[in-house]
């Protein structure tokens, strides 16, 4: 083993103390708290993947499944994708004609983003078992998904384009700003200023007080920071700084906490309010970790170099945040492929960029019931 793990009991208790004295107690993510994120442009629900695959046509792959189906249940369907011949496709999965759309799965429904001009978008949604889409918004920004997407609750969270005409030439201008929008009022708004450095793919994270994105500095040649948002107020501020970066790359930030990798192999727990730290997993040798959190639960991986430069996979645990509890998961790891994980849909996401797939908890630990609580 080249990994030193502080496990069980003596970590739940160290972590109690280390945030108790009377004030709070760890008690890890609600089995019920309501959270997911885009991964790679796929999205995810308790049963598998969507995605937007070969001629603009959305397609679900099951769970624990290597092969993907059309969304569109009508035996009949000869599934035409949309075009100029066909602008209104009755197919289901058919997405639209000649603009780009973005599309995203949250408890029941398929919400589309489609961008059918330079200066707005608009929003529809399905239910996956339903008839079709119905519009439900237009809103004044371009949707800019692969910047960033998340559900949190019953608010919805995305990277936007302010676009405007400048110059006689008629040249664009852009702004990039991350929107807010309520699923049960159907009501919008700008959480955040401007956001002058760019926005890291897939790196948005949402607190029930706070908006965090991962961002690079365009004053520091690309180094990476963090921001964080109040989303009462719109304040913003510097979370991680590009030096503290170096030492504490958060991994996943929680109300109270923040669970980081400090890139020289150590996995710790910050407690937001009194800055110390407990570290949970501790790398005892050569080699790099790649370590992912999701709810109460952390998946990491350990790497070795070779002497031709790539790299190799070691090692790859599953770590119960909560309880301490860990498994050694490394030949499901290589037999599945598996890059990430999703406490809130309880799978493990495996595959390439364009082929993603997930398979469930059970099948990875080898245990029935939920693991993740």
């Known amino acids: 083993m080249i990994v030193k793990k502080i496990l069980g009991l003596v970590v739940v208790m160290s972590w109690t103390l280390l945030l108790g004295c009377g004030k ?18 796929s999205t995810f629900s308790p049963t598998g993947v969507f995605f937007r695959g070969s001629s603009e046509m959305v397609f679900f792959r099951p769970e624990d499944a290597k092969e993907a189906v059309l969304l569109c249940y009508d035996p009949n369907c000869i599934h035409e994708p949309a075009s100029q011949y066909n602008p209104d496709p009755t197919c289901r999965a058919a997405l639209f004609p000649d603009v780009k759309t973005y599309i995203a799965y949250y408890e029941g429904y398929i919400y589309y983003f489609v961008n059918e001009d ?69 009501k919008y708004r700008i959480v955040t200023s ?60 929680y109300d109270d906490y923040y669970v980081y990798y400090d890139t020289s192999g150590k996995i710790g727990i910050r407690d937001l309010d009194t800055g110390k730290d407990t570290i949970i997993v501790e790398q005892d040798g050569e080699g790099w970790l790649n370590p992912v959190a999701s709810g109460n639960g952390l998946f990491y991986r350990i790497y070795e170099s070779k002497e031709d430069g790539s790299t190799e996979l070691s090692e790859a645990y599953f770590y ?44 990875v630990l080898g245990v029935k019931g939920d693991v993740s609580e």
């Open 24 to 41: 709070k107690e760890f008690t890890g993510v609600s089995e019920d708290y309501r959270y997911t994120e885009m991964y790679r442009m």
């Open 118 to 186: 330079l200066f707005s978008h608009k929003i529809y949604k399905m239910e996956v078992d339903g008839a079709g889409r119905v519009p439900v918004a237009e809103i004044p920004y371009t949707a800019e998904i692969p910047g960033g997407m998340v559900f949190c609750e019953d608010k919805m969270y995305y990277i936007v384009a302010e676009r405007t005409s400048v110059g006689e030439m008629g040249e664009l201008e852009s702004k990039n700003y991350v929107l807010e929008y309520d699923l049960k009022s159907d």
């Open 194 to 253: 401007q956001i002058t450095d760019g926005p890291l793919g897939d790196a948005m994270q949402v607190t029930k007080d706070y908006l965090y994105l991962n961002v690079t500095s365009s004053s520091e040649n690309g180094a990476i920071y963090v921001k964080r948002y109040n989303l009462k107020t719109t304040e913003e501020e510097v979370f991680i700084s590009t030096k503290e970066y170096q030492t504490h790359r958060p991994i996943r930030v």
């Open 320 to 363: 119960n945040i909560l309880t301490g509890e860990e498994w050694d998961i490394t030949d499901k790891v290589t037999e599945f492929d598996i890059k990430g994980y999703d406490a809130y849909n309880k799978v493990f996401i495996c595959g390439s960029f364009t082929d993603t797939c997930v398979v469930s908890e059970a099948k």
